[in-house]
């Protein structure tokens, strides 16, 4: 018997009837919060079950994405491949979606005007032919919207009342859901924020042994000079001066990576906060180019790519001599691309490669190789430095 059928002969039998496929949904929703950890395969899977009560002909799941302004496609079930690829990412004020955005009710029912909306927009005949009523399941949190289920119908009759009902305890469990899952990822970022700091205080403590051997070398550099002995005087005075280039690298790594701690939020607030005070520190205008969005990298990686970033905004602070910087974030091809650039006076000295870079640069080499990509920095053509750091975006996982 088809689902639509079935769901008719529910609906005929009257809500007490319906209360058991509810209760199903529900109890199934609810379990699957606590074992599943890929969110999106989550609202996806449920995709297929909101088109079936909803006897709908297709549909669509999206999430708010990181930018705050878009909504981002996560799964879809019964559209033509040109309509997916055109619905990827909508402004989040976008049609019926923006109503359920904006409202306070529960299930937004796009009429006739609604789909003539999406199809000048979208300039697909879909919307029209083969869809005549768009439905909008908000995804909310304490009334905050965190994505939305869409339910493309064949015809142009509403869902039934108890349906709608169903709908909303649905969106309640998995707006729900959603806040949970990005606590969480805050809570990591924090985690790892903490981390990073215990390491600092060991690798402090580290700095405390070495300048107890540079004391004991000192002393016994200060006998050999008091009795003339110049061989003994050589050998403890290069001591000292080992232990003292060890003793500042560890230094000036341990300043680099773990004093600056990054917004628990996440890097692109991070950058924005940069952004905001940076020419109070140094003179010079900051700007943040975000072309990706939804920039969904892991907590690790964002720490990663923080550093590196300031490390290039603190050079150029201290040798550019320039007015205007940008940092610019795109996708291409798979591939991130971070790039920092200013206005002012280029490169003035050959860079060194290897051993004998500078420590700075030395270290957003490695932090570039630990995202499995690379740095480079030249002199832009109109002049001023850029800082180009490229790593693949990872798939997410299935």
């Given amino acids: 018997m088809p689902q639509a059928t079935q769901l008719n002969l529910i609906h005929d039998e009257g809500l007490g009837a319906y209360k058991v496929p509810a209760l199903r949904v529900l109890t199934e929703i609810t379990s699957s919060l606590s074992s599943e950890d890929n969110l999106d395969s ?84 879909y919307f029209g032919e083969r869809c005549q009523r768009i439905i909008a399941v908000p995804l909310r949190f304490q009334g905050k919207i965190l994505g939305v289920y869409n339910l493309f119908m064949a015809t142009d009759e509403p869902v039934p009342e108890d349906v709608a009902l169903l709908f909303h305890s649905i969106s309640e469990h998995l707006g729900m859901a959603l806040e949970n899952a990005r606590l969480t990822r805050e809570n990591l970022r924090i985690t790892l924020t903490n981390e990073r700091q215990m390491l600092a205080n060991e ?40 232990a003292l280039d060890s003793a500042y690298a560890e230094l000036r790594e341990l300043l680099a990576q773990f004093r600056n701690r990054m917004d628990p939020r996440g890097l692109l607030p991070a950058l924005w906060d940069i952004a905001s005070s940076y020419q109070d520190k140094t003179g010079i205008n900051l700007d943040v180019d975000n072309l990706t969005p939804d920039m969904n990298l892991p907590p690790d990686q964002e720490v990663q790519v923080y550093h590196i970033v300031q490390e290039a905004l603190t050079n150029a602070s201290k040798h550019s001599h320039a007015q205007n910087a ?68 990872k798939e997410k996982s299935k």
């Fill in 42 to 125: 989550l609202l996806e899977r449920f995709l297929g079950t909101m088109i079936k009560l909803a006897g709908a002909d297709a549909g669509a799941v999206r999430v708010l994405a990181a930018d705050g302004e878009h909504l981002r496609l996560v799964g879809a079930i019964g559209l033509p491949p040109e309509v997916v690829e055109c619905e990827r990412y909508i402004p989040l004020e976008c049609g019926v979606c923006g109503e359920a955005a904006r409202g306070e009710q529960g299930v937004q029912h796009g009429d006739s005007h609604q789909v003539h909306f999406c199809s000048e927009r979208t300039s697909l005949s």
């Fill in 203 to 242: 690798l402090h403590d580290s700095l405390a042994q070495t300048m107890a051997y540079m004391n004991m070398r000192l002393s016994l550099l200060r006998d050999a000079m008091e009795n003339r002995e110049q061989e003994k005087s050589d050998r403890y005075l290069n001591d000292l001066g080992r």
């Fill in 326 to 393: 940008k940092i610019t974030i795109a996708l291409d091809n798979e591939q991130y691309i971070f790039t920092v650039e200013d206005d002012g006076i280029g490169i003035t000295q050959p860079i060194k490669t290897g051993d004998g870079m500078h420590l700075g640069l030395n270290i957003m080499r490695e932090r570039a190789q630990r995202l499995g990509g690379g740095i480079v920095v030249e002199t832009r053509a109109k002049g001023g430095t850029r800082v180009c750091l490229t790593f693949p975006a």
